[in-house]
Nanobody, 114 residues
C-alpha cells in the first residue's frame, strides 16, 4: 500500500513563501495523476493542483497564480512551492492521487500570520 509523507510545513508571515514536499513509498507518481490538497478550518478538503503522469500541471482557482508544483518521478516525490501566502491559507496540506485513491498522510501544517 502506498504511503504518503508530507513535510516542509511551518509558520510564515503574510506575503512569505513555503515549500512543501511529498514522498511516496512506491512509484505512485508514475501510476496516476497526483495532486496537492489543503484543508483549512471550516472548509472541506480542496484540490489545489493536479500533476498528471505526463503533461503540465493544472492549477485550480484556489491559490491560483501563487503555486508551482514540481515532480520527480525517479525520486517518487513532488514539491509545492507556495508564495504570497495569506493568513487564510493557514491549514493542513496533503498530497494524494487525483482522485484521492491512497490513504491520506498526516499532512503538512501551515500557519500564516498577519
Amino acid at each position: 500500500q502506498v504511503q504518503l509523507v508530507e513535510s516542509g510545513g511551518g509558520s510564515v508571515q503574510a506575503g512569505g513563501s513555503l515549500r512543501l514536499s511529498c514522498v511516496a513509498s512506491q512509484n505512485a507518481f508514475s501510476r496516476t495523476a497526483m495532486g496537492w490538497y489543503r484543508q483549512v478550518p471550516g472548509n472541506q478538503r480542496q484540490l489545489l493542483a493536479t500533476a498528471p503522469r505526463g503533461g503540465e500541471t493544472v492549477y485550480s482557482d484556489v491559490m491560483k497564480g501563487r503555486l508551482t508544483v514540481t515532480k520527480d518521478i525517479a525520486k517518487n516525490s513532488m514539491d509545492l512551492q507556495m508564495r504570497e501566502l495569506k493568513p487564510e491559507d493557514s491549514g493542513v496540506y496533503f498530497c494524494n492521487g487525483v482522485p484521492p485513491n491512497y490513504a491520506w498522510g498526516q499532512g503538512a501544517q501551515v500557519f500564516v500570520s498577519a
